[in-house]
């Protein structure tokens, strides 16, 4: 395997008056590529699904299918039928399902035989290495009070999400769930669901199961994110006095007390984490999000 990157730093400290600022920023980017691997076939996917190495790969490929969007009426997707013959990939095609591209000249839309050399339809739809990591710093302080804050992103991340975390409706009644996301699905004019029609919906028409909306595809692959990651106080200071006498010198009230505040949320769906230790891979699922504070006092006698 070759790994290729670089990694830009800058950092600045000034003053404004008796305002002491900084600021930093970081940017960074690696690609990594497969030189030598035991997969002569150069198959995609083994029994299971999970994704082969092979000979010239760039590591975090997603293949998939180009998709034209979702059909608006029955018409539509019958006309689309036409030259994009489906079946292989599903079945009972109709308003709300997705139209798939047929791009090697067949008629059929297909996976080949799932090889690097021999994918049928399929094309590489993208990339789920996160490329041109950033942090941003910035800091100011000022007769003893200080804020720190830190941001950190992605700014290129393609991800191919599943299971009902993200679908809604899948896996069977058991397993579905239903956010308010996901009710941004295809519901045609003549619905009669209480929410209305819905034709330019993000979802296509919801089903309990698989009937061939959720193949790879163009139509669902993204993930860009940037966070403010952190934020750090310190500095809410307080003079004791004994009577008229002070009992603490001025050149330590600076370290009376030290107030410290750290928020920090990790949002696994997103840009930089995907899945966890504890959550499959992908799935949409994600650990609590989390919110710390943490707060902490410290005397120094005089």
Known sequence: MKNKGWELQ????????????????????????????PNASKALWDSNGNTLYYNGM???????????GIAQTDAQMTEWLASNDQSKIGSVWGAGDIMYRALNGDGIVDKGNSTATDHGDLKKIGNSTPRLRFGLSLGADWKGFDIQMFFQGVMKRDLWLSGPMFWGADGGEWQSVGFDEHLDYFRPE????????????????????????????????KGNKAQLYSICC???????????????????????VDLYCEVKQDKETEGDAVGSSIMKENSGQREIPQVIIDFQLSVIPP
């Open 190 to 221: 003549n619905t009669t669901s209480i929410f209305g029609a819905n034709l330019n919906s993000y979802y296509p028409k919801a089903y309990l199961g698989d009937k061939g909306n959720k193949n790879k595809q163009t139509h669902f692959c």
């Open 10 to 37: 800058a950092n600045w400290r000034d003053n404004i008056g008796k305002v002491n600022y900084n600021i930093g920023f970081n940017l960074s980017d690696n690609r990594a590529k497969v030189i030598s691997y």
């Open 234 to 256: 310190h500095g809410i200071y307080i003079i004791l006095y004994l009577g008229e006498r002070k009992i603490l010198s001025k050149h330590v009230i600076h370290q009376v």
């Open 58 to 68: 760039t590591i975090g490929e997603i293949w998939g299918y180009e998709t034209e």
